[in-house]
Each structure stands twice: as C-alpha cells, then as structure tokens.
C-alpha cells in the first residue's frame, strides 16, 4: 500500500498567527510573502525595510509574532543588533526568528 503524506502545513499555519519581516530590500518582501502565500500561510504578515520601524511597531503591539524573518546586513542597524534591541526591550518573537 502507498503512503500518502501528511500535510501539516495546516497545523503549523494556525499556530503562527503573525510574521514579521524585516529586511532593506524590497524584493525580498516580495519573494517571502509570495512563498508564505503559495504554502498555504493566512495569517498576518507586517513587513519593514528599516529595523527601527520593525522595533517602533513591536513596542506597540500587545503581543509579539509568532515567526520573524530578518536581514542580518542593513544600513544602520543590523539584523543582529535589531535582535539585541528586541531582547532587550521584551519584543522578541514567541516562537522562532530566521536570520
């Protein structure tokens, strides 16, 4: 008998509510959005091309997202540093963060 693989892509959907994108380059928006879109994602998706935009709009969430994307090389602040900031200011994601 074939195995049919199982889908759990709805499973992880409903556990990420919000994703936050962090990255200088437009087009990346873009692809990211795109991809999360054709796997099957819903939810919200906010997407900043300055970390320090990305850092305002987290202090005044009520809770913070579940997944973040961010660029490790931008002018000015970089993805690590915006990290640091997040950490230290109690911002950073309930779940995961990709750099």
């Known amino acids: 008998a074939r195995r049919r693989p199982v889908n759990t892509a709805a499973a992880v959907h ?44 987290m202090r005044q969430e009520e809770q913070g997202p579940e997944l973040m994307f961010v660029d490790i090389n931008m002018p000015g602040m970089n993805g690590f540093e915006f990290l640091e900031h997040c950490e230290q200011e109690g911002v950073l994601p309930n779940g995961h963060t990709a750099v």
């Open 14 to 57: 409903a556990d990420i509510r919000h994703i936050i994108l962090v990255d200088d380059e437009e087009d990346c928006h873009f692809v990211t959005r795109l991809v999360l879109k054709k796997a099957g994602y819903t939810g919200r998706i906010t997407w900043f091309t300055r970390p320090e935009e990305a850092l305002s709009a």
